[in-house]
């Protein structure tokens, strides 16, 4: 019998719908690199798409399948194309959209590696892009040029924790027939649905929520229209980056409790961000959920719920900053984020190390900033722990 699943976590845990004739209560980790046919038209027919049959895993699997399914399912899309790595996904968008004498309008304080791919790369190929303050709709708007193909949004950025419209932004690209794709990572579809609100392509490091374990990378996009699935899914074949079944299954088994850990993670995350604000050390916290964030409003509108994920400078910038870094003791010194495990780190020296420092400075990111990605653990325990570091100070 079939499960009733339209609320969240009900889709969370029977997403994908996955049946087979052993009734197994989990998807299997189909470790197969191809599939047999039944004969040699049957494999004819799997190649030209009369049949739906499975090939080779580069194309399709049933582990990695039923993982894509629940993600576009959980952001309201047509369909999932699962990836090697976020960045994978990132590349995959890039390729599938843009072409020489083509240009893009991204956020100034993407995750470092996405706007670095596409200054020093792209640019062999001719491809445009512009960088800019995109929590402000009027630098968007005035970006854009005959030749843009995409915007690309970051909310809430990493690290600078910016907020950019989605829905006002991918109105005023559809006027101008460009679609709008918005990396959702920080978020989920949990706490935000791009689709939902007119963008047309969304993507995640599912290294980082969506898994929330910290134990693969792992990356994902959703398409809103099977004519940009078909296009996207072709470019990620093609190029090889598809994600491994083993990979699938760690994801689609830490995909199931994301509510609940999102959830506590973001309750803890309310708690530290009033107790760095407090502070007397601390110059300035940077959180969706405090009334002091320059886009709260729209944080609220966008957002069911301000996240797990803190910026922060402590006063005597990145010298005090480094004491608090090297004297946590529960928290771990680390880059990646969205686990279940409180993790800090410097943006400007080490995810976001390759921008130039006059980039990094524009885009916000100063030396001084310190990322939080905010665990479940007990919320004392984070606080205490950064209360003895900051002691440092
Ligand atoms: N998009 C965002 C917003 C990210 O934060 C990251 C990784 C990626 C894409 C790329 O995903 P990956 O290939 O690593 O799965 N962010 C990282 C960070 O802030 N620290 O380490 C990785």
Same mark, same amino acid.
């Given at each position: 019998?079939?499960? &009733?699943?339209?609320?969240?976590?009900?889709?969370?845990?029977h997403?994908?719908?996955?049946?087979?004739?052993?009734?197994s209560?989990?998807?299997?980790? @189909?470790?197969?690199?191809?599939?047999s046919?039944?004969?040699?038209?049957?494999?004819?027919?799997?190649?030209?798409? &009369?049949?739906?049959?499975?090939? @080779?895993?580069?194309l399709?699997?049933?582990?990695? &399948?039923?993982?894509?399914?629940?993600?576009? &399912?959980?952001?309201?899309?047509?369909?999932?194309?699962?990836?090697?790595?976020?960045?994978a996904?990132?590349?995959?968008?890039?390729?599938?959209?843009?072409?020489?004498?083509?240009?893009?309008?991204?956020?100034n304080?993407?995750?470092?590696?996405?706007?670095?791919v596409?200054?020093?790369?792209y640019?062999?190929?001719?491809?445009?892009?512009?960088?800019?303050?995109?929590?402000?709709?009027?630098?968007v708007?005035?970006?854009?040029?005959?030749?843009?193909?995409?915007?690309?949004?970051?909310?809430p950025?990493?690290?600078?924790?910016?907020?950019?419209?989605?829905k006002?932004?991918?109105?005023?690209?559809?006027?101008?027939?460009?679609?709008?794709?918005?990396?959702?990572?920080f978020?989920?579809?949990?706490?935000?649905?791009?689709?939902d609100?007119g963008?047309?392509?969304?993507?995640?490091?599912?290294?980082?929520?969506?898994?929330?374990?910290?134990?693969?990378?792992? +990356?994902?996009?959703?398409?809103?229209?099977?004519?940009?699935?078909?296009?996207l899914?072709?470019v990620?074949?093609?190029?090889?980056?598809n994600?491994?079944?083993?990979?699938a299954f760690?994801?689609?088994?830490?995909?199931?409790?994301?509510?609940?850990?999102i959830?506590?993670?973001?309750?803890?995350?309310?708690k530290v961000?009033?107790?760095?604000?407090?502070h007397?050390?601390?110059?300035?916290?940077? @959180?969706?959920?405090?009334?002091?964030?320059?886009? @709260?409003?729209?944080?609220?509108?966008q957002?069911?719920?301000?996240?797990?994920?803190i910026?922060?400078?402590?006063?005597?910038?990145?010298?005090? +900053?480094?004491t608090?870094?090297?004297?946590?003791?529960?928290?771990?010194?680390a880059?990646?984020? +969205?686990?279940?495990?409180?993790?800090?780190?410097?943006?400007?020296?080490m995810?976001?190390?390759k921008?130039?420092?006059?980039?990094?400075?524009?885009a916000?990111?100063?030396?001084?900033?310190?990322?939080?990605s905010?665990g479940?653990?007990d919320?004392?325990?984070?606080?205490?722990d950064?209360?003895?570091?900051?002691?440092?100070?």
């Open positions: 019998m079939k499960t &009733e699943k339209s609320g969240f976590n009900s889709k969370l845990i997403g994908g719908d996955f049946h087979d004739s052993l009734g209560a989990v998807t299997p980790i @189909y470790q197969t690199s191809t599939f046919f039944k004969n040699a038209d049957h494999g004819a027919r799997c190649f030209s798409g &009369e049949d739906d049959g499975y090939i @080779y895993t580069r399709g699997n049933p582990t990695i &399948e039923d993982l894509e399914k629940t993600v576009a &399912e959980l952001e309201n899309g047509f369909g999932g194309i699962a990836t090697s790595s976020g960045m996904a990132v590349n995959t968008v890039y390729l599938g959209f843009l072409g020489a004498g083509e240009h893009i309008i991204s956020h304080a993407v995750y470092g590696p996405s706007r670095v596409m200054e020093t790369l640019p062999k190929f001719n491809v445009e892009s512009s960088f800019v303050d995109a929590t402000d709709i009027n630098n708007i005035n970006a854009i040029r005959p030749n843009t193909k995409l915007i690309y949004l970051e909310t950025a990493n690290p600078t924790i910016g907020i950019s419209d989605i006002a932004i991918s109105k005023i690209a559809h006027e101008k027939g460009i679609p709008v794709c918005v990396d959702n990572t978020c989920s579809p949990y706490l935000q649905k791009p689709l609100l963008a047309d392509i969304v993507l995640h490091s599912m290294t980082k929520f969506i898994n929330g374990h910290a134990d693969i990378v792992a +990356g994902m996009i959703v398409t809103k229209t099977e004519e940009q699935y078909k296009m899914r072709s990620m074949m093609n190029v090889g980056c994600m491994d079944p083993h990979q760690l994801t689609r088994r830490g995909l199931k409790t994301l509510a609940i850990r959830d506590r993670a973001q309750e803890n995350a309310i961000a009033d107790y760095l604000e407090q007397p050390k601390v110059e300035w916290v940077k @959180y969706p959920g405090l009334k002091s964030h320059p886009q @709260y409003e729209l944080a609220k509108m957002m069911s719920g301000p996240g797990a994920m910026s922060f400078e402590v006063k005597g910038g990145l010298k005090a +900053g480094k608090v870094m090297d004297n946590v003791q529960m928290a771990l010194l880059v990646s984020l +969205g686990g279940i495990e409180t993790l800090i780190q410097h943006p400007a020296s995810t976001h190390s921008i130039p420092q006059e980039k990094k400075l524009e916000g990111i100063t030396g001084g900033l310190v990322r939080l905010i479940i653990e919320v004392d325990d984070i606080i205490n950064l209360k003895q570091a900051l002691d440092k100070v």
